[in-house]
């Protein structure tokens, strides 16, 4: 009999596994959609402006992917949870299994086997993947600030790179862009300014360096001012433009796109923040799991959207004070050894507070209680 029980047991931590991890997916496809469609326009609109080279595109959007999916893992964790323990209650099926002897316990005991998990694999995103898809994000964003690409130019306007020292216009372009014709080049070489006249342009990379050219066809190039002895007109078939390179080994990144071994040793607040944010996420997974199980709790055919609105009260009241405490540590308001952590430790006192809300046990104490107080009136 024993055995029969703990075999059901078993299967029903199996089955609320299944459907939690089922409603997660579904809850983080949607979230990512949502999110890397807005960013995914954004990206097609400054590559049509010509700042952004079409090339990678793609990629920064799977860096978006990265640096948000463990962001979302706790709120989508939290409501998957709730959604699937409150249809359980609904249904009366938790009903049914708290009377085979299933506790509170052993529902969170069911919700750890989710929740410890999905909280490492937050944490590895928090900590290492976030910030190197930070790292990653700025770094192609400063290259293609300033970086010439034939694909990024647009016909029909001026186009300016390397801060204004290069100067683009061209008239037309091949279906493909691969190709421009009809082009003005403003360029400054060692001090010197020039114009350069062409009727088409392509662009290529030497392997053996790294370096890329725009190498121009038949055309014509004026070095120097009009009027005076240095001045000279050159005729080519070919000419080949360098194209700026960045230094960005020597730029210091942000904060958010540091690696965690680096703010770890670091002592400035803004540093000791997104540490502390980074180490709040997989925490706020554990806490979330706390809540949601008492939070989930309703009558057998009850509505269980009421209790879906005040969760996402509770989430939105934990978002803030995350947010809060957060630019708390960058102003030194907090000390460094609270830092973040007690928001999560607020959530868990909500759910305890919940739980003592609910439960049977509390409307006996005070049953009880006053019971004892009542011969002592009159």
């Known amino acids: 009999m024993g055995q029969g029980r703990a075999d059901s047991l078993a299967i029903i931590d199996r089955l609320l596994v299944r459907e939690v991890l089922k409603t997660l997916g579904v809850i983080l496809v949607i979230l990512l959609l949502v999110l890397l469609a807005s960013y995914f326009v954004k990206l097609l609109g400054k590559a049509a402006a010509g700042s952004l080279s079409p090339n990678v595109v793609l990629t920064l959007l799977g860096l978006q992917a990265v640096k948000v999916l463990g962001i979302l893992l706790p709120p989508a964790f939290f409501f998957s949870l709730l959604w699937v323990l409150g249809n359980m209650y609904r249904r009366g099926e938790m009903v049914a299994l708290q009377a085979t002897g299933m506790g509170p316990a052993r529902i969170y005991g069911a919700v750890m086997w989710v929740a410890v998990p999905l909280a490492i694999f937050a944490a590895a995103l928090t900590l290492q993947g976030l910030?190197?898809?930070?790292?990653?994000?700025?770094?192609?964003?400063?290259?293609?600030?300033d970086m010439l690409d034939i694909g990024g130019i647009r016909p029909g306007r001026f186009n300016a790179f390397d801060k204004g020292r290069l100067v683009v216009f061209t008239g037309s372009a091949s279906e493909d862009g691969r190709r421009l014709q009809d082009l003005f080049v403003q360029d400054r070489q060692q001090g010197r300014s020039g114009i350069v006249v062409a009727q088409e342009a392509y662009q290529v990379t030497d392997r053996a360096s790294g370096e890329r050219f725009v190498i121009l066809v038949n055309g014509r190039r004026y070095e120097g001012v009009p009027g005076q002895a240095d001045y000279a007109i050159a005729e080519f078939g070919e000419y080949?433009?360098?194209?700026?390179?960045?230094?960005?080994?020597?730029?210091?990144?942000?904060?958010?796109?540091?690696?965690?071994?680096?703010?770890?040793?670091?002592?400035?607040?803004?540093?000791?923040?997104?540490?502390?944010?980074?180490?709040?996420v997989p925490t706020a997974v554990l806490a979330f799991a706390l809540l949601a199980v008492p939070l989930a709790r309703t009558r057998p055919r009850g509505d269980v959207f009421g209790r879906v609105g005040m969760a996402i009260l509770v989430y939105f009241i934990f978002l803030n004070l995350q947010r809060l405490a957060e630019r708390w540590m960058e102003l030194g308001t907090l000390p460094a050894w609270l830092g973040m952590w007690w928001v999560s430790a607020v959530m868990v006192?909500?759910?305890?507070?919940?739980?003592?809300?609910?439960?049977?046990?509390l409307a006996g104490v005070l049953r009880r209680w006053r019971g004892r107080r009542a011969p002592g009136v009159g």
């Open 349 to 361: 006192l909500v759910a305890a507070l919940i739980w003592l809300a609910d439960s049977f046990w």
């Open 240 to 280: 080949a433009l360098r194209l700026p390179r960045l230094d960005l080994g020597s730029r210091r990144l942000r904060v958010g796109a540091r690696s965690t071994e680096t703010l770890w040793q670091e002592d400035d607040l803004p540093a000791r923040a997104e540490l502390q944010f980074r180490f709040s």
């Open 131 to 145: 910030p190197w898809a930070n790292a990653s994000i700025e770094r192609i964003k400063l290259a293609q600030r």
